[in-house]
């Protein structure tokens, strides 16, 4: 019995391939005729394409980096060396002396704090401010260096300031 199931496999086996065979060679000429036509598609030229109306009105806007905005807002930090007033009385304070248009206020920490501008008159206001200057703040922009610190070695006594 093993034998005639054995041999009968084969058989089915043997008939399938030779069909597996026959349907191969058949497809073959369809698919190529497919892949010719997707292969017609993606080299098409582009005329053959729909045309879009082409709008007056619609025009490129040239997009650049690092130009300066209309209406960009303007950052100044605060900085003393004793602790700075709180909230509100620092809120108090800028208000006495006439400091409008303040967008943001963030304490880094006691003794700094970034307050962000609408517009740079009101930057300019508080900056120039000269009660506040007199309470010892300092002000500064982000990216300007107001001073530099640093040891000078080898100088000769006899030079000048100049």
Sequence with gaps: ??????????????????????????????????CQAMIYDEVRPISSKRRREEDEEERWITVSRNGKRVGQKVDVYINCFEKLPKQFALAKLLKTNNVMHISRVKYVNAYKVFVQFECEESADE???????????????????????????????LEMTEK
């Design 1 to 34: 019995m093993d034998e005639n199931q054995i041999s009968e496999e084969e058989a089915m086996n043997s008939i399938l391939i030779e069909n597996n065979e026959q349907e191969t060679e058949i497809c073959l000429p369809e698919k190529s005729a497919q």
């Design 126 to 156: 508080l900056m120039n401010s000269t009660p506040l200057k007199e309470l010892g703040w300092r002000f500064q922009k982000p990216l300007e260096v107001a001073f530099s610190y640093g040891v000078i070695k080898d100088i000769e």
